[in-house]
T-cell receptor, first 108, second 113 residues
């Protein structure tokens, strides 16, 4: 099983839609979890950390389910500018592990 | 602050050539990293450094070398370029360790032909 797995997508949604991505991980000892956003041919940028109790930042909500070993990202009221690839990142053994990303395309 | 600065942005090498990818940060970060990203793949760690004078291998170090003579600079050296090293390279830094936000440079697109 891969350390971290994401559905590559693309997820095609209209503006204003709500969309959610999941990311599953295999290392139950992982302590820290993040969502990074990567625009085409650009560097990844931190979108938000993921806390055990779940956390929200504007239209974005992140949740962690340790029992089932997955994290999720929910985007409400999608904007055209949300089109990007969303990378799931978590701590492995003394290192960060990056998922391959889920591509989101928001259309008018 | 410029953040993390990488040069060059693009480079084409012939097989067997060598080059150095430059990376500098002005945030006084102790930790610096080099990643490569192949199409459709996650970022893979090549080398990292926890401070000046200290470097260590990541997941995919073969064919690369690094040095960290100062806190600010972390160059990545390719000695004998191979087609398998065609990739996008990202340098990153943070204050310390895996719990801290990573700041990335804008990347270097390298093609080895």
């Amino acid at each position: 099983r891969k350390e971290v797995e994401q559905d590559p997508g693309p997820f095609n949604v209209p503006e204003g839609a709500t969309v959610a991505f999941n990311c599953t991980y295999s290392n139950s000892a992982s302590q820290s979890f993040f969502w990074y956003r990567q625009d085409c041919r650009k560097e990844p940028k931190l979108l938000m950390s993921v806390y055990s109790s779940g956390n929200e930042d504007g239209r974005f909500t992140a949740q962690l389910n340790r029992a089932s070993q997955y994290i999720s990202l929910l985007i409400r009221d999608s904007k055209l500018s949300d089109s990007a690839t969303y990378l799931c990142v978590l701590t492995g053994f003394q290192k960060l592990v990056f998922g391959t990303g889920t591509r989101l395309l928001v259309s008018p | 602050n410029a953040g993390v600065t990488q040069t060059p942005k693009f480079r084409i090498l012939k097989i067997g050539q060598s080059m150095t990818l430059q990376c500098a940060q002005d945030m006084n970060h102790n930790y610096m990293y080099w990643y490569r990203q192949d199409p459709g793949m996650g970022l893979k760690l090549i080398y990292y450094s926890v401070g000046a004078g200290i470097t260590d291998k990541g997941e995919v170090p073969n064919g690369y070398n690094v040095s960290r003579s100062t806190t600010e600079d972390f160059p990545l050296r390719l000695e004998l370029a191979a087609p398998s090293q065609t990739s996008v390279y990202f340098c990153a830094s943070n204050l310390g360790g895996t719990n801290e936000k990573l700041f990335f440079g804008s990347g270097t697109q390298l093609s080895v032909l």
